[in-house]
């Protein structure tokens, strides 16, 4: 009889401890903000902004390493500081229209959540706030984010590739440094970057850099796997360590406006073969800093100038089908040509992918060349685009086309 009065004893401490845990907690966390959390799911109701915090002070710390869900309600314009941080088992997370900012480390460290998408009305990403989120392979970010904080989203490996939208203006340091990106598209707005933002990504490859950035900042590419680089003309200085240990990076674009190489820029560049420049030597060698002993590779590297009939940046400016950088005259009659319609504003995403077209005619009315546009077509010799169309940096990946603007 003991034994068994033992034994309904604690089957009944079993159950009590499993509709406690079953019933919903709740309380406050921020002025006119509540949290409630029931069977995995933490929800965020209110008006205002959530509170910040500390990792561990957060008001649902017990219950951290057991989130699956998150649901930010309507109403809610900020999410804290650390607010998220650490919840491992986050797989999915709903944000409201009207949440404006997401703070620092607010989704730290949350390695099952593998894809979120940005509300319309956010500005500004805190620090670390996507932070060692291993698993995140796709986010969507909205047009009217100004600023991704520093080391946002540091190592996030599962991360390939970046849409910014042109929007943001201001990247602080180290925000993409150590994650798994393989291509990015810059904003054409970005007027200021800190240190380090690419540094160490093993799977970036190519990258143009907007003609909004007059410098590229210290350490921006550093140890990372960039094969190909295309400054635009207006950028007149590349900063210390830019690229430095850039060890398969073997071609860089350089404009005429580039009047600055800084100390160990390329140092530790032992694959880089080619260096197009569209000045002249003699402008060549009016560059500050001509130290050889901190830019060996560069200054070895085989050097090809505009006046010597090579077009120095890969893209050619046409007028009756010559171009007017180097003299070069370009024929695609008897090619394979796509002629896209006349009407057309917007080229989407992959819409030729994989064609097997020689040479392509963008009318004059298209803006906007979607990703992957012309991946992989490896027929693809020509490209013919109008000035001042936004081209996505992936948009040729896998083939070797070249880009002439008329």
Not at 12 to 40: K, N, P, R
Request: net charge negative; aromatic share 8%.
């Amino acid at each position: 009889m003991k034994a068994k009065a033992i034994i309904l004893l604690t089957a009944l401490g079993v159950l009590m401890v499993s509709l406690c845990l079953a019933e919903a907690v709740s309380g406050t966390c921020g002025t006119g903000v509540t949290w409630t959390y029931s069977d995995g799911t933490l929800t965020i109701s209110g008006e205002g902004e959530m509170a910040n915090y500390t990792k561990n002070k957060v008001p649902w710390a017990n219950y951290r390493e057991t989130i699956q869900t998150v649901i930010v309600n309507q109403g809610v314009t900020a999410i804290g500081n650390h607010a998220f941080n650490s919840c491992f088992s986050l797989t999915a997370v709903t944000l409201p229209e009207g949440l404006t900012r997401i703070g620092a480390q607010a989704f730290f460290s949350c390695t099952s959540l593998s894809s979120i998408s940005l509300p319309d009305a956010l500005t500004d990403i805190g620090s670390y706030a996507f932070g060692l989120c291993e698993g995140l392979s796709q986010i969507t970010l909205p047009d009217s984010l100004s600023s991704i904080g520093d080391h946002a989203f540091y190592h996030c490996s599962a991360l390939s590739s970046f849409h910014m939208p042109d929007s943001v203006f201001s990247i602080q340091a180290g925000a993409f440094a150590g994650s798994g990106l393989s291509n990015i598209r810059l904003s054409e707005q970005l007027d200021y970057m800190e240190t380090g933002v690419f540094q160490d990504c093993p799977n970036l490859k190519e990258i143009t850099w907007p003609a909004s950035m007059t410098s590229v900042p210290p350490g921006t590419f550093a140890y990372s796997s960039i094969h190909v680089i295309i400054l635009q003309e207006g950028t007149t200085k590349i900063e210390n360590e830019a690229f430095r240990s850039c060890k398969e990076l073997t071609e860089v674009y350089l404009p005429a406006s580039v009047t600055s190489i800084g100390d160990y820029s390329f140092d530790g560049c032992s694959k880089l073969r080619d260096v197009y420049y569209a000045g002249t030597e003699l402008q060549r060698n009016g560059m500050t800093n001509q130290s050889v002993t901190t830019n060996t590779e560069f200054y070895n590297a085989a050097w090809h100038y505009a006046e010597s009939g090579e077009c120095a940046r890969g893209i050619h400016h046409l007028q009756d089908g010559i171009c007017q950088n180097c003299g070069r005259s370009f024929d695609i009659s008897g090619m394979t040509v796509i002629q896209l319609p006349e009407n057309l504003t917007v080229l989407g995403a992959e819409a030729l992918r994989g064609t097997g077209a020689q040479a392509v005619i963008v009318p004059a009315g298209c803006t906007e060349i979607g990703s992957r546009a012309f991946a992989d077509c490896p027929d693809l010799q020509y490209v013919l685009l109008p000035e001042g169309v936004a081209l996505a940096t992936d948009a040729l990946s896998g083939t070797e086309a070249e880009l002439l603007y008329k």
